[in-house]
Nanobody, 121 residues
Framework: QVHLVESGGGLVQAGGSLRLSCAAS??????MGWFRQAPGKEREFVAS????????YYGDSVKGRFTISRAITLNTVYLQMDSLKPEDTAVYYC????????????????WGQGTQVTVSS
């Protein structure tokens, strides 16, 4: 069973930046990624990255502003969030999968505890 621990959320003004981290343990990692969920909304795919090749994916709402990266030896994934907007406010969740791609939340069963990101206008 995989264990995921996120860190790095917080409060930032619009236009600012934050960096999230997520460390995994307990199983071999093939791909990791991020979702987010705002109050009253469904969990939304943000980004994913392969731990075996250079493939990565982004949700349309974050393309060009967010960057996903990973430290393979640390089983850790990062999410650099730049040019943040108030609509980026959400709880951000880390997850793992066997194949990198644009995931649906219902297809995944391992989640971190979530970290709050709040962007003020």
């Amino acid at each position: 069973q995989v264990h995921l621990v996120e860190s790095g959320g917080g409060l930032v003004q619009a236009g600012g930046s934050l960096r999230l981290s997520c460390a995994a343990s307990g199983r071999t990692i093939y791909a990791m990624g991020w979702f987010r969920q705002a109050p009253g909304k469904e969990r939304e795919f943000v980004a994913s990255i392969s731990f075996y090749d250079t493939n990565l994916y982004y949700g349309d709402s974050v393309k060009g502003r967010f960057t996903i990266s990973r430290a393979i030896t640390l089983n850790t994934v990062y999410l650099q969030m730049d040019s943040l907007k108030p609509e980026d406010t959400a709880v951000y969740y880390c997850t793992v999968a066997d194949v990198v791609g644009i995931w649906a939340a219902d297809d995944l069963d391992s989640w971190g505890q979530g970290t709050q990101v709040t962007v003020s206008s």
